[in-house]
């Protein structure tokens, strides 16, 4: 039985790191090309190192189902329309270079990844599954040794272990620390006065915001200003469910029926 690493990239942000990093270029058509380059250029250094099997997320449309759950959630809005163009060439450059992609529309490019990583980690020819984005968010996939993350600009691994030792909370719980805490880049506040710290310290002891005790008198966990705290997670409950709704990635996304469809098919 073939053992095999699975990586799946997340195309946005690469495209997004490649855009800022690199000096402007365009092609005979005068559209602006020097991000899908770069994008290619790095994923084929993967296959260079050794990586065989990956797959490629991206959000061919910015918006998906979660704004239609919050009015302040992340859009297109604001982005650099060379930047925006760059999308739907970078998919069709990907394809053609061999490279399994996967456009999102209703869902974002962070649920493919958590659905291929889910789905991947679950075919016993599978070693390793490598999430390669920095996003918080895919924290809450980690699984011990099995499905780690990796930050390909600092080349850090973050196995379970290293997820609990980033955020104080265990994967299980990251959701339930974005909810509280907040994603900027996401367009969700969070609730006030629930910083990293105090989240991670009441997360560590009860795992999730529903597990939290109404009243601080009962939190066995020291935090400063816990009455506030409890009193502002009372008020906002619903808010923070919602919140928490929308940090968590969805994994039942079909992508693919056997993981050797992510095989590298591509010249060397």
Request: hydrophobic letters at 45%; proline letters at 6%.
């Amino acid at each position: 039985m073939a053992i095999v690493n699975v990586h799946v990239v997340d195309g946005t942000y690469e495209l997004f790191r490649h855009y800022y990093a690199l000096p402007s270029a365009r092609d005979a058509d005068g559209r602006e090309v020097a991000a899908v380059r770069g994008v290619l250029a790095s994923i084929r250094s993967m296959v260079r190192e050794g990586a065989t099997h990956i797959g490629v997320a991206t959000d061919h449309v910015i918006e998906s189902f979660r704004n239609g759950l919050w009015p302040g959630y992340k859009t297109g809005e604001g982005i650099d329309p060379d930047l925006f163009a760059q999308f739907p060439l970078l998919e069709e450059a990907l394809v053609a270079d061999g490279f399994v992609v996967w456009p999102m529309v209703e869902f974002e490019a962070d649920d493919a990844l958590a659905a291929a990583a889910t789905a991947a980690a679950g075919d016993p020819r599978v070693e390793r599954v490598i999430i390669c984005t920095p996003d918080k968010d895919l924290a809450q996939c980690v699984r011990g040794t099995r499905i780690v993350q990796l930050n390909r600009r600092t080349r850090t691994y973050f196995d379970e272990a290293g997820i609990v030792a980033k955020f104080g909370v265990p994967p299980a719980s990251i959701p339930d620390y974005l909810a509280l805490v907040g994603d900027a880049a996401d367009g969700f506040p969070g609730l006030p006065g629930w910083g990293a710290k105090s989240t991670a310290a009441v997360l560590a002891r009860y795992g999730h915001i529903e597990a939290i005790p109404a009243n601080s008198r009962d939190w066995n966990v020291s935090v400063a200003s816990p009455a506030k705290l409890a009193e502002i997670l009372r008020r906002d409950y619903e808010l923070a469910l919602l919140f928490r709704t929308l940090a968590t990635l969805r994994t039942d996304i079909k992508l693919f029926d056997d993981v050797e469809a992510l095989r590298w098919n591509g010249r060397p």
